[in-house]
């Protein structure tokens, strides 16, 4: 009887996030500018959408109910275009990424032409609308969903799988935990990396939007100072452009943060096939190995 095949210990989430840390630094010139830029735009155009919601031409309020509607649709459309343009650089960003690990260069030509090949849109619009799906039932659901199809993207980059394959092959992975280590759990690891992300973002948003918020507020008490009673939808227009420059460098923040988690999960996939498929593969070799000892004399 052959002995067992060890299994490939996982990397322990401390070196994961160093490893991460320090792959996003290096190619942060190489990717950061071509993706974050378009990102940061289309975070620009939520307060216009906003503004659709709050007024009409010339700053009348919306009161009657098909000018309502009229806003509504309006806002309705600029988060849409938001959240395409914002998937479509996350997804460019994250095969940037893959190139960069496995040593093939960056590319952002092809990491945009790979974004936008009909099988990856097809496939990510799948994985969203399933975590939507999740979502509307309740949050838990929806962040499980979210962290088991986490590994589409690798999978697609890498195996060329697509669809409902691409899918499957991402919740095999991150749920592949043989010994029962919560430490070692896919998806702790990556809501865990997530979140390191997210308090990132937070406290550096924070420190930009400190400003603003002082001078919004400064405008605002000497208003009611001088008698004028504020008026939200009046602020909204006062301040717009405002908006708008704080909503782009908070998404060049985000596309930093973004690129770490991509480089994250990136790791993560490449740490998981090897754990995965390793013994298996060891397994077939060692059989290829031992043929020929056995015809010997």
């Not at 939520?46 to 098909?66: D, E, H, K, M, Y």
């Not at 649709?73 to 998937?87: D, E, I, K, N």
């Not at 009909?118 to 962040?143: D, E, F, Q, R, W």
């Not at 979140?195 to 406290?203: E, K, N």
């Amino acid at each position: 009887m052959s002995a067992a095949i060890p299994l490939v210990q996982p990397v322990p989430l401390r070196f994961l996030l160093d490893d991460t840390i320090v792959e996003a630094r290096r190619w942060f010139r190489a990717i950061y500018p071509g993706v974050a830029v378009p990102m940061a735009a289309a975070a620009a155009l939520v307060p216009f959408g906003q503004r659709f919601i709050q007024s009409g031409p010339g700053g009348a309020r919306r009161a009657s109910l098909p000018g309502a509607l009229e806003g509504f649709l309006g806002f309705l459309a600029v988060m849409v275009a938001f959240l395409v343009v914002y998937t479509v650089c996350y997804v460019a960003m994250l095969a940037a990424a893959g190139d960069a690990h496995h040593g093939r260069g960056v590319s952002l030509a092809r990491a945009w032409a790979f974004a936008l090949r009909p099988a990856v849109v097809g496939t990510v619009a799948l994985a969203l609308g399933a975590a939507t799906l999740a979502t509307g039932c309740c949050i838990l659901p929806g962040i499980y969903v979210s962290l088991v199809f986490a590994l589409t993207g690798p999978v697609m980059l890498e195996e060329a799988r697509f669809g409902t394959g691409a899918l499957g092959r991402s919740a095999a992975l991150m749920q592949y935990n043989p010994k029962g280590d919560f430490a070692a759990d896919p998806r702790v690891k990556l809501f865990l990396i997530v979140f390191v992300g997210m308090l990132l973002s937070y406290a550096a948003n924070f420190v930009v939007q400190v400003p603003f918020i002082v001078f919004q507020q400064v405008i605002l008490f000497r208003d009611i100072a001088n008698g004028r009673q504020p008026d939200p939808a009046a602020l909204m227009e006062r301040f717009l452009w405002l908006q708008v420059l704080l909503q782009f460098l908070g998404g060049l923040i985000n596309a930093a943060i973004n690129l770490f988690v991509a480089f994250g999960i990136t790791r993560l996939f490449v740490d998981l096939r090897a754990r995965k498929e390793g013994p298996d593969l060891e397994a077939a070799i060692g059989s290829l190995a031992a043929g020929p000892r056995a015809l010997a004399p």
